[in-house]
Each structure stands twice: as structure tokens, then as C-alpha cells.
């Protein structure tokens, strides 16, 4: 199993395998890679548990799918096997909340220099982003 890295609130390394789309962890990394445990009643985190209405399609024999997880918990993914990256979304309630208030959530990047800079420093000021993508 290859390692890939899963960045959701934080960045996070798991033992994972990909597969068709699917990012198959076995049963005891999902709580790793997304806070979540596949237990009879859903997908339980604490006391707090989501039904699942097809269980088996998120079970590949003693692995879970960490695609079909966070899609039954309404947290849209993008996978890109080449690189075993995958970017989970916030919640429902999460986006909309961010897309209500109109404030970027805080984000380093580099800079040409590979100085790293957070989004908050430049609160109140005008900055362009500009992000491309080769594909």
C-alpha cells in the first residue's frame, strides 16, 4: 500500500491504495484520514454517528473508501491518483457559511521566493491570487 496525502482541514499522510477513483484505506485509517469510523449505525465521529444508506459501497473487503465516506457525509472530493493527492471539501454547512461571510479561509503559500506567506496577514488590503493549472 502507497502512501497518499489527504488535505481536508489539515494535511495528513495515510496508508492508502487508489483504485478507479475509489482511495481504499483499511478499516482503522478512516479515522485517520477523515475523522470518521465506519461502524454499524454510519459513519460515527464521538457521539455524533450519519446513517449510510449503502454501507457495502463504501467496503472493499477490509478497506473502506474514503471517497465514498466523505461523499455520504456531503464533502465533495478530487483525486489525483498520479500524484496521491486528494482534497476533501468542507461540510455543507461549512461552505455555506464561508460563502455567506466572504472571508477566505487563512491559507499559506509561497512566494516567488518561497518565503511563505498566510492570507490573514493582508487582512483589510487588496491582493491578487493568481492560480493556474497545467492540465
Request: glycine share 8%; hydrophobic share 45%; with cysteine.
Amino acid at each position: 500500500m502507497a502512501r497518499v496525502t489527504i488535505v481536508d482541514d489539515e494535511r495528513i499522510d495515510v496508508a492508502a491504495e487508489i483504485v478507479d477513483g475509489r482511495v481504499l484505506v483499511p478499516r482503522d485509517g478512516l479515522a485517520d484520514a477523515l475523522g470518521w469510523t465506519l461502524k454499524p449505525e454510519g459513519l460515527c465521529r464521538d457521539d455524533v454517528c450519519v446513517p449510510v444508506r449503502d454501507r457495502d459501497a463504501l467496503v472493499a473487503g477490509e478497506r473502506v473508501d474514503v471517497v465514498g465516506a466523505a461523499a455520504a457525509l456531503g464533502r465533495p472530493t478530487v483525486v489525483d491518483a498520479d500524484l496521491g493527492i486528494v482534497a476533501v471539501a468542507l461540510d455543507r454547512e461549512r461552505r455555506a457559511t464561508a460563502l455567506q461571510s466572504l472571508v477566505a479561509p487563512d491559507v499559506t503559500l509561497l512566494d516567488l521566493d518561497g518565503e511563505p506567506h498566510a492570507l490573514s496577514q493582508w487582512r483589510g488590503q487588496k491582493r491578487l491570487l493568481h492560480a493556474f493549472s497545467s492540465w
